[in-house]
């Protein structure tokens, strides 16, 4: 483990990870719906890593009820820290004598989760799609596997994993599907086995367990879901997800993963995806029938490569694990559908890139590249500026040295940190070295300015981009612009041909009108333009933001019902913020009405936009 130091680099765990590394981790769990809890045992295999000087593992926990704990069989004393926020509590297991470099030793604690796990959702029958069973699922990013079991809950530490997994109902993890047979404690209940070989850190533990079946959406693909929504999850699915694969198995190598699967969630899921290794878990607002919003995918897939195989050592280098996956994800639409449409995504990222840096300020800390995390929750930090500031850094790196030598590094970085996991100085430092040989891109990255990408906060400089698939909504959104004086005259033509995305952009650049519409034009917008019945929800919040923000009151019930049929933060957030300036006492109604259907992360998110940030 060549890539710890002493003292730790995570400032966001309180484990002693820099005397011990768990290197394998066992999780027997039953799954209780009835008691809303995963009750069993977890067994870590750690190596120490110092020469016997420490006597103690401390781990992260967070709101665990634990019951005995054995060090190689043997009954051991351990304790309770105090609690520290927003980290939860150490758990310092004792052992009777110091413990020699490489030498490992055996933890098995008895554990329960409790109501206050911030990691796990249960969702009653009427929660679900087809409302027949309850369903349980995990979101352990950032910091909240310690709230499902005592662990070294960090990214700088990877484990291989075995999953022993009891339910009543269909189990799915971030591991490889290997057996599945009655329990015999437990009549009606089965047990699900599954083993993940390729060491990943706690935060890609993930369980999932419902009403599930699959179907084959690939020759290493399944996509998985509610009965009621197979036949419709697979066709969006099936057309692109093997494509995808095949493209960045180009750009970087081959799939390390063996399966590469899609769990598509109830809605209350709080993200895009995460992507969970074998298994992306995946937000049911994908399901656009129009295959035009399967970009979250392409981007859940590559994080096979960034983050699951070469991963931020800590959550302060975000940006190593989403900036390149953004970067990559590009790079499998400009495979597929043309380098215009790279882009012309990287525009609708810039946008989203400028609604942060406003959000938080031009000189917040969580406007830089590299954060200071210390103190501080990583979830307060959770915007889009790591995913498209990191890919514009790696964008304005790859125009700099020129693409054809950058397509050389790719693989190079990740074959070097395969497995690993790093920091930005690391990256600096193999960006260098690779280009070392090259007298003129080695010149151009020595005279870089690597200080200001990585600590300057607010926007970097805009690239060029090939506008080409943007420049004709450019030109509607002109239009409505000056709707008053030119006496523009909407037809549904407008957008005859238009690609949900272009329509996207279009909303957006509405949505930065100086000057809002009136809510006469926005009504006009969405009757003639068909926005207010679109089954695309990327298209259909956006026109709901328009809507408030012009103050169009025909817009809070269709808003309202949305916030009450998806959780994802992504609409969730900006619609609770435009709905609180128009009305917020009908904001804080819907959200009162609708919290317990949120996810933890999404109800606590939302509660610091609405009612004051801890975070600003």
């Known amino acids: 483990m060549e890539s710890i130091i002493n003292p730790p680099r995570d400032p966001n765990t309180l484990s002693n990870y820099n005397n011990w590394v768990s290197t394998h981790v066992t999780a027997n769990l039953d799954i209780l719906f009835d008691q809303q809890k995963l009750v069993g045992n977890v067994i870590h295999k750690f190596k120490s890593i110092t020469n016997g000087e420490s006597q103690d593992i401390i781990l992260d926990t967070n709101h665990l009820d634990i019951g005995e704990i054995k060090v190689n069989g043997k009954q051991s004393e351990w304790e309770l820290l105090p609690r ?36 796990l959702q249960w969702l009653t029958p009427a929660q679900t799609s087809n409302k027949k069973h309850p369903y349980m699922f995990s979101q352990c990013q950032a910091i909240h596997a310690r709230s499902i079991f005592p662990c070294q809950d960090t990214p700088d530490v990877k484990s291989t994993f075995d999953f022993n997994i009891t339910s009543p109902l269909p189990v799915i993890s971030s591991g490889l599907h290997v057996g599945k047979s009655a329990s015999a404690a437990r009549p009606g209940h089965y047990l699900y086995q599954f083993h993940q070989k390729v060491p990943i850190p706690s935060y890609l533990f993930a369980l999932a367990s ?34 995808f694969i095949n493209a960045i198995e180009k750009i970087v190598y081959p799939y390390a993963w063996g399966e590469y699967n899609v769990l598509v969630l109830p809605p209350s899921f709080p993200y895009g995806g995460m992507e969970n290794p074998i298994f992306t878990f995946a937000t049911p607002s994908i399901i656009s029938k129009d295959r035009e919003n399967v970009d979250v995918i392409a981007h859940e ?9 070469v991963t931020n050592a800590s959550w302060e280098h975000f940006w190593l694990n989403e900036g390149w996956t953004t970067y990559l994800e590009r790079r499998i639409l400009a495979a597929i559908h043309g380098e215009p449409y790279r882009h012309f995504s990287a525009i609708i990222g810039w946008k989203a890139l400028v609604d942060s840096v406003e959000h938080y300020g031009h000189d917040h800390e969580f406007t830089k590249l590299v954060v200071d995390l210390k103190g501080k929750d990583p979830d307060d930090a959770f915007s889009s500026i790591p995913y498209e500031k ?29 497995g690993k996991s790093l920091d930005s100085y690391e990256f ?30 607010g926007l970097p400089p805009k690239p060029d981009f090939d506008t080409s698939l943007v420049d004709v909504v450019y030109e509607l959104a002109g239009k409505w612009r000056t709707f008053s004086e030119s006496g523009f005259i909407p037809k549904e033509s407008d957008i005859k041909g238009l690609m949900a995305n272009q329509i996207v952009v279009f909303l957006e650049q509405v949505l930065l009108f100086e000057k809002p519409l009136t809510p006469d034009q926005s ?26 923000k012009a103050g169009d009151r025909s817009v809070i019930e269709p ?58």
Request: aromatic content about 12%; charged content about 30%; some cysteine.
């Open 301 to 309: 897939l590559s994080h096979s490569w960034s983050g699951n195989l």
């Open 523 to 548: 009504q006009l917008m969405g009757q003639v333009y068909g926005f207010a019945k679109s089954e695309n929800v990327e298209v259909s919040n956006l026109y709901l933001q328009v809507g408030l």
């Open 428 to 457: 600096k430092t193999t960006v260098l070295d690779f280009f070392s040989s090259d007298a003129e891109a080695s010149k151009l990255l020595n005279d870089f300015d690597w200080e200001k990408w990585f600590y300057s906060p």
């Open 390 to 418: 990191g890919f514009n850094f790696l964008f304005h790196l790859e125009n700099l040295v020129g693409k054809d030598k950058f397509d050389k590094f790719i693989p190079h970085y990740f074959t070097t940190f395969k």
């Open 210 to 243: 419902g009403d599930i079946v699959e179907a084959k959406i690939g020759p290493r693909s399944v996509v998985a879901t509610s009965p009621d929504k197979l036949e419709e999850c697979k066709w969006e699915l099936e057309a692109d997800t093997e494509k």
């Open 84 to 119: 520290l926020e927003p980290y939860g509590t150490g758990l310092k297991i004792k052992l009777d004598s110091p413990v020699a470099l490489n030498e490992t030793v055996e933890v098995d604690i008895s554990v329960k989760t409790t109501e206050k796990c911030t990691a």
């Open 559 to 616: 808003t309202t019902d949305l916030l009450g049929r998806i959780g994802r933060m992504k609409f969730v957030r900006p619609l609770y913020r435009g709905l609180q300036k128009l009305d917020r006492p009908i904001a804080i109604e819907t959200f009162e009405k609708y919290k317990d259907f949120y996810h933890p992360i999404c109800r606590a998110m939302v509660e610091k936009d609405l009612f004051g940030k801890k975070n600003a």
